[in-house]
């Protein structure tokens, strides 16, 4: 039994970072509303996401973040949202890698975390990914998973199924 992980080096800390260095006197709240108006693609600004290098798929810790594209048109809404879409498309790529392994379309992900908290980026990631996304009742989502795996590896499937329904919430997006 396998279980197939990717995650970004940064992931929603690089959220916590551009608040905290860029934009520390509004609240997350705030600072996610002027995205909602930003459509796709934050008008050609893109943020790459690996402000302490990069795990998955790209083992470089020398890697580095950047806003490419910044223009005299974007405002704190568009670099807000091309955070949130050069996180998501960091995840796209360890996404891509499990498909690839072998498992064809995924129709349904879990996700967990802080990012999950916002609806917006449960949106962008939902269609970044090309899945339903379905949110779940722990903070620790990769540990227990890893748990139900090894309870299924155990000979406790059924059990884990049961609960594995009753901790995912109604989806997401």
């Known amino acids: 039994m396998w279980q197939l992980h990717g995650s970004?080096?940064?992931?929603?800390?690089?959220?916590?970072?551009?608040?905290?260095t860029l934009a520390p006197a509004i609240t997350f709240e705030d600072l996610l509303k002027e995205a909602v108006s930003v459509p796709a693609g934050s008008e050609g600004l893109q943020?790459?996401?690996?402000?302490?290098?990069?795990?998955?798929?790209y083992p470089d810790p020398l890697a580095r973040g950047a806003f490419v594209g910044l223009t005299l048109r974007h405002g704190r809404g568009h670099m807000t949202r091309a955070v949130l879409e050069g996180v998501?498309?960091?995840?796209?790529?360890?996404?891509?890698?499990?498909?690839?392994?072998?498992?064809?379309?995924?129709k349904q992900v879990r996700a967990s975390g802080g990012g999950t908290k916002s609806a917006?980026?449960?949106?962008?990631?939902?269609?970044?990914?090309?899945?339903?996304?379905?949110?779940?009742?722990?903070?620790?989502?990769?540990?227990?998973?890893?748990?139900?795996?090894?309870?299924?590896?155990?000979?406790?499937?059924?059990?884990?199924?049961?609960?594995?329904?009753?901790?995912?919430?109604?989806?997401?997006?």
Request: overall charge positive; aromatic content about 10%; proline content about 3%.
């Open 47 to 57: 943020f790459l996401p690996y402000l302490s290098g990069e795990r998955t798929p």
């Open 120 to 173: 917006l980026w449960r949106q962008i990631l939902a269609s970044v990914l090309g899945a339903e996304l379905v949110t779940v009742n722990t903070t620790e989502g990769a540990a227990y998973g890893a748990g139900l795996l090894a309870a299924v590896g155990a000979g406790h499937g059924r059990m884990c199924t049961a609960r594995a329904k009753r901790r995912s919430r109604s989806p997401a997006v």
């Open 88 to 106: 998501s498309f960091g995840l796209k790529d360890s996404f891509t890698l499990i498909q690839n392994a072998g498992l064809g379309e995924i």
């Open 8 to 20: 970004n080096a940064f992931g929603s800390g690089s959220l916590q970072w551009y608040h905290d």
